[in-house]
């Protein structure tokens, strides 16, 4: 299994930025997935989860409202649609799997995932 989440970059607050994750190993209709945030100095955060067949997601409640987690599994890849930006936002974001064959849990910290993407940084100017 090998996560590349790509998307990043600089925006001004109340700006968009979508976020994708690919797996370039199994297929994603394997995996309950998550995306992760951690700002400098502090720990790895929960953002967002989707369950394995994409109908339950689950949200920290900083992005509630905000974020928009979905997945397409004919093409490998889950997305983190993220509006209303905020300086508070800034952080390298994760993606994460979960090996596991439940089709419509989702999962909200870090221990339960096995499998981790490189990290993609989202920076937020006021």
């Known amino acids: 299994v090998q996560l590349q989440a790509s998307g990043g970059g600089l925006v001004q607050a109340g700006g968009s930025l979508t976020l994708s994750c690919a797996n370039s190993?199994?297929?994603?209709?394997?995996?309950?997935m998550g995306w992760f945030r951690q700002a400098p100095g502090k720990e790895r955060e929960f953002v967002a989860a989707?369950?394995?067949?994409?109908?339950?997601?689950f949200y920290a409640d900083s992005v509630k409202g905000r974020f928009t987690v979905s997945r397409d599994n004919a093409k490998n890849t889950v997305y983190l649609q993220m509006n209303s930006l905020k300086p508070e936002d800034t952080a390298v974001y994760y993606c994460?799997?979960?090996?596991?064959?439940?089709?419509?849990?989702?999962?909200?910290?870090?221990?339960?995932?096995?499998?981790w993407g490189q990290g993609t940084q989202v920076t937020v100017s006021s």
């Open positions: 190993g199994r297929t994603f209709s394997t995996y309950p």
């Open positions: 989707i369950s394995l067949i994409g109908g339950s997601t």
């Open positions: 994460a799997g979960r090996n596991s064959a439940a089709r419509v849990a989702v999962y909200d910290t870090a221990a339960q995932y096995n499998y």
